[in-house]
């Protein structure tokens, strides 16, 4: 489960920024993550609780931001975002294209901190 592994090193890159400033508490992870990055949102959710568990992060919240894919149309040329991520088609004139510009993300946006 790839989901748990993310949580995993998000547990860790929390833990380690909360080492660095002591006397905060997190309250909630900020993240983007795009609809080609291969990740189940309810998965994630899952796996964050069970690793967060018994860790001065459990209780924090996961707080996820879905980002779509993005393409570029060699014909419009202009960015286009698509209906879904099934069909790599300009939704404008039909034309095939390649080129993501955005939809693979997994970031870490922001530790929200009390």
Not at 22 to 35: F, M, T
């Amino acid at each position: 489960m790839h989901e748990l592994s993310v949580a995993h090193s998000l547990v860790e890159m929390a833990l380690d920024e909360m080492e660095r400033v002591p006397e905060s508490r997190i309250i909630a992870l900020h993240l983007r993550i795009g609809a080609l990055s291969g990740l189940v949102t309810d998965a994630l959710l899952f796996a964050w609780d069970v690793v967060s568990e018994g860790t001065k992060l459990q209780g924090a919240a996961l707080k996820i931001e879905d980002v779509p894919v993005v393409i570029f149309c060699p014909v419009c040329q202009q960015e286009q975002t698509l209906p879904g991520h099934q069909i790599f088609r300009c939704p404008r004139c039909n034309a095939k294209s390649a080129d993501i510009r955005r939809g693979r993300e997994l970031e870490l946006v922001a530790l929200e901190v009390s």
